[in-house]
């Protein structure tokens, strides 16, 4: 690995316009309790859920350039949505309330209760000053056309909008990922250790990211992404478009096709959103032996993954093992009941 291709990555970087919003770069710590616990390799965790903002999380990285480029293009108006309880909707919230955007938000319910309560992100959301529409079902197709709607409505009121995450910018989020790979590969050199594998929750912006960053500098890290989604075949092919497209953008000589991308969706359980007894039991166990929160849509089943391919022989028990913590704590008082409600044996 070379020097060199630090510094023309973190000088590509550095071209990029930008606005202040993340605590970087985050902490890369071990974790002696889970690791002895485990009887397994050496376990070390990248605490991007210390970002700073918003009780912190990868969003806020991402943040920094797509919201950075919204201002460039003289935008007074964010218009975006994901799920109630998305972690990138309470982010998104907190940046543009220190940066002075108006903010809508066009939500989907995944559970009963985010039709009726207001918690977790959904409350931070409304804090923030996020004006945050409820849809009255979980579909993804109608979502994106009322966000469309409202983009074009705000429009027509002689407001300056942006759409986040469109095909054009949607790898400004990557490259985010790529600075943290950068973060990774000198943590590990100061601390001594030689990664075999990275676990993700991820299944597109950051996972590509990381696979960008890591790649082109040459690291053995072999980044294998846990998908919070069931099924979705495309997305190994929209993570090698991200990476391409945030590799011209940074100017880098590196391609990447689908096969360059490890992305496993059987940890998922019931459906996004919903909990599995695995990731409840990965938060207690963290909880109680680090005193590090998970969260029960992403964090939790990554988590419950690498507990399980340590328990089975799948990774190789003499070399470390590093896990992203991506954030997503303030779901939890939302799952309050599912957690709590687990029976430890």
């Not at 970087?24 to 974790?31: A, D, H, I, M, S």
């Not at 480029?69 to 972690?87: L, P």
């Not at 994106?144 to 995450?165: D, F, H, N, S």
């Not at 190789?316 to 093992?321: G, H, N, T």
Request: hydrophobic content about 45%.
């Amino acid at each position: 690995m070379s020097h060199n291709r630090e510094e023309t990555l973190e000088r590509a970087l550095a071209t990029l316009p930008r606005v202040e919003l993340a605590v970087r770069p985050t902490p890369l710590e071990f974790l002696p309790r889970l690791s002895a616990a485990l009887n397994g390799p050496p376990i070390y965790i990248k605490r991007d859920d210390l970002t700073g903002l918003a009780f912190g999380g990868n969003k806020t990285r991402m943040l920094e350039f797509s919201l950075a480029h919204a201002k460039a293009q003289g935008a007074e108006v964010i218009v975006t949505g994901a799920a109630v309880q998305s972690n990138y909707c309470r982010q998104m919230a907190a940046a543009c309330a220190k940066l002075g955007l108006e903010l809508y938000l066009v939500l989907r319910p995944e559970r009963e209760f985010d039709r009726v309560q207001v918690q977790g992100n959904h409350f931070l959301q409304r804090l923030f000053g996020a004006k945050v529409a409820i849809l009255e079902d979980n579909d993804r197709a109608h979502q994106q056309a009322v966000i469309r709607a409202t983009v074009e409505r705000l429009r027509q009121e002689g407001k300056q909008v942006y759409w986040p995450r469109q095909a054009d910018t949607v790898d400004l989020d990557a490259l985010a990922y790529a600075e943290t790979g950068l973060e990774i590969v000198r943590q590990c050199r100061e601390q001594g250790i030689e990664p075999a594998y990275l676990y993700v929750a991820a299944l597109d912006t950051t996972q590509a990211g990381l696979v960008l960053g890591l790649s082109y500098l040459e690291s053995p890290i072999h980044v294998r992404g846990i998908s919070p989604f069931q099924g979705m075949p495309e997305r190994f092919a929209a993570m090698a478009r991200m990476a391409n497209q945030a590799a011209q953008r940074l100017g880098l000589e590196i391609q990447f096709t689908s096969d360059d991308f490890d992305n496993d969706d059987s940890y998922v359980g019931e459906r996004y959103g919903i909990p599995t007894e695995a990731g409840l039991k990965a938060i207690h166990l963290l909880a109680r032996l680090e005193g590090i929160l998970l969260d029960p849509v992403y964090t939790g089943k990554a988590m419950a993954a690498l507990i399980d391919h340590i328990r089975n022989g799948k990774l190789p028990p003499d070399r470390p093992v590093l896990f992203v913590h991506t954030g997503g704590a303030p779901a939890l008082f939302a799952y309050a009941d599912e957690v709590m409600g687990l029976t430890l044996g």
